[in-house]
Each structure stands twice: as structure tokens, then as C-alpha cells.
């Protein structure tokens, strides 16, 4: 069975910092991977995805997310932090037709808080 | 203009009622999805209906029923509720079944008294 893994619960960082989030995934073949972020009181937005092709994925928000298959992690990373970054981020594994899956599978979130 | 939509936004009602949530999606996709968001933040699926026809049913209670109308909308419905069922539901439409981007509702908070 798929699933997804977010390590970090609860991530504070400065504005203007780095930031790395990650998630590790468990899936036999190639998956399809998702990073999504909800604001507060909010709906799920897409940042970015990874279906194939180059590893490295350019999302919205100045986000981009690393596909490595040794590691089975997809992290999630963006060079400066803005104070508006501050949310829950999931991780999620598509649907696929291997595993009969038919439905994303999301980790637990990362809660991301950004300090002045 | 809302790609999909959900209402209400807010639902409070006490233990034992039946209420609905609505769902709209106008992008066109041919599968719709109900996700609920429990008080961990924690994201399950619960249905999900590919052109009307219901494709997944996680071990979910006979209290919750999903309708399809048609394509665009996918309902659900609640009886008898229960304290536990209180969450914030999600739902979302994909153009397909696998490799296809997931867009998500804004989301509905059910508190049940």
C-alpha cells in the first residue's frame, strides 16, 4: 500500500530564510507526487506536481520540490520565506493504477510558521 | 469565477440531525471527490464518482450518502449525526482518474453539538 510520509510536524523559520520541508513516499513504482498548501480557514491550492521527466519541479509562490527515487522523497523547498508562506503544506501521492488506488494519498502536513 | 465550490461554508447543527453539503465543479472534469479534514489536520478520503458512477467508498458508515446528480455536482449527505462527525469536508474534481491534478473546494466546517 502507498503512503506518504511528512517527518516534521511543526516547522518555524525566519523571513528571508531557507526552508526545506519534507516528505518521503512508500511506492513501488514511479508515483505521481503533489505538494498542496492550505491557509488558514482555507481550501487545499496546488503548488506543484511531478509526473515524469526532469526531477526537479517548478512551483507557484517561488516554490520548487526535488524528485529522488534512491531516496523515495519529494521535498519541498523555496529560498526565501515570506511571512504570507505561513500555512499547512501536504505532501500526497497520486492515484494509481497499480495499486488500485483511486485517490490521493496525503501526509499528516507540515505546519509552517514564519517569524519577523 | 470558482472553479469548485461548496456549500455551506459553515454548518452547526446538533447530534442526531441529517444535514447536506453541496458541491459544484465548473471545469468541466469527470471525477468529483469528498475528503474529510479531521481536527489533526489529517486528510482521508471518502468518495469519489467518476461520470455519476461511485468509483471509491472508503470504509465509510451507511449514515453518509453521496449523490451524483451529473457531472458537475457530487452532494453529500449526512443522517443521524454524531459528534465524530465533526470536520471540515472537502471536495474536489480531477479530469480523470490517475494522473490528474486534484482541485479542492474551500471547504465545509460541520460541528455537531
Known amino acids: 500500500a502507498q503512503s506518504v510520509t511528512q517527518p516534521d510536524i511543526h516547522i518555524t523559520v525566519s523571513e528571508g530564510a531557507s526552508l526545506e520541508l519534507r516528505c518521503n513516499y512508500s511506492?513501488?513504482?514511479?508515483?505521481?507526487l503533489f505538494w498542496y498548501v492550505q491557509s488558514p480557514g482555507q481550501g487545499l491550492q496546488l503548488l506543484l506536481k511531478y509526473f515524469s521527466g526532469d526531477t526537479l519541479v517548478q512551483g507557484i509562490k517561488g516554490f520548487e520540490a526535488e524528485f529522488k527515487r534512491s531516496q523515495s522523497s519529494f521535498n519541498l523547498r523555496k529560498p526565501s520565506v515570506h511571512w504570507s508562506d505561513a500555512a499547512e503544506y501536504f505532501c500526497?501521492?497520486?492515484?494509481?493504477?497499480?495499486?488500485?488506488?483511486?485517490?490521493?494519498?496525503f501526509g499528516s502536513g507540515t505546519r509552517l510558521q514564519v517569524q519577523p | 469565477d470558482t472553479a469548485v465550490s461548496q456549500t455551506p461554508k459553515y454548518l452547526v447543527t446538533q447530534m442526531g440531525n441529517d444535514k447536506s453539503i453541496k458541491c459544484e465543479q465548473n471545469?468541466?472534469?469527470?471525477?468529483m471527490y469528498w475528503y474529510k479534514q479531521d481536527s489533526k489536520k489529517f486528510l482521508k478520503i471518502m468518495f469519489s464518482?467518476?461520470?455519476?458512477?461511485?468509483?471509491i467508498n472508503e470504509t465509510v458508515p451507511n449514515r453518509f450518502s453521496p449523490k451524483s446528480p451529473d457531472k458537475a455536482h457530487l452532494n453529500l449527505h449526512i443522517n443521524s449525526l454524531e459528534l465524530g462527525d465533526s470536520a471540515v469536508y472537502f471536495c474536489?474534481?480531477?479530469?480523470?482518474?490517475?494522473?490528474?491534478?486534484?482541485?479542492f473546494g474551500p471547504g465545509t466546517r460541520l460541528t455537531v453539538l
Open positions: 500526497a501521492v497520486g492515484p494509481s493504477l497499480d495499486t488500485g488506488r483511486r485517490a490521493l494519498t
Open positions: 474536489a474534481s480531477s479530469e480523470g482518474l490517475v494522473a490528474d491534478t486534484q482541485y
Open positions: 464518482y467518476n461520470n455519476k458512477e461511485l468509483i
Open positions: 471545469l468541466g472534469h469527470d471525477t
Open positions: 511506492y513501488g513504482a514511479t508515483p505521481y
